[in-house]
């Protein structure tokens, strides 16, 4: 299983994970819900208790993912293949334009 931290503005906003079985799985940190309940992340997943669920990553998770060029840069250079979604987000995007960030969570780290 690869997990994320996802953060809005440098707040930890949520939980991004991808299950054995090839699932996604987003949840809002219950802190940020009640500190920020309207600060959603995106339109199609507002700030709730439920756990969001896609067989496929996201589309506004996907959407922070580098294309063209840089994709084909990021991906050699980290050689991780342009299917591997999840590892490009865990790759490339601690640091992205907008408001929200993606900080993997490494499982020796929660030893």
Same mark, same amino acid.
């Given at each position: 299983?690869?997990? =994320?931290? %996802? ?5 930890? =906003?949520?939980l991004l994970s *991808? =299950?054995?079985?090839? *699932?996604?799985?987003? #949840?809002?940190?219950?802190?940020? &819900? ?7 992340? #995106?339109?199609?997943?507002? %700030? ?8 496929? /990553?996201?589309?506004?998770?996907? $959407?922070?993912?580098? *294309? $063209?060029?840089? /994709?084909?840069?990021a991906s050699e ?8 979604? &999840?590892? /490009?987000? /865990?790759?490339?995007?601690q640091n992205t334009? $907008?408001? !929200?960030? !993606? ?6 780290? *929660? =030893?």
């Amino acid at each position: 299983m690869r997990r =994320a931290i %996802v953060k809005y503005n440098n707040i930890k =906003a949520g939980l991004l994970s *991808e =299950a054995e079985n090839g *699932e996604y799985h987003f #949840t809002y940190d219950s802190d940020y &819900m009640k500190n920020h309940p309207d600060l959603f992340i #995106t339109f199609q997943m507002p %700030v709730s208790t439920q756990v969001y669920r896609s067989k496929r /990553l996201f589309p506004f998770f996907d $959407g922070l993912i580098p *294309e $063209g060029w840089l /994709l084909n840069i990021a991906s050699e250079s980290w050689r991780i293949n342009k299917n591997d979604r &999840m590892g /490009l987000l /865990l790759s490339c995007c601690q640091n992205t334009i $907008g408001a !929200v960030s !993606v900080h993997p969570i490494n499982t020796k780290d *929660e =030893a």
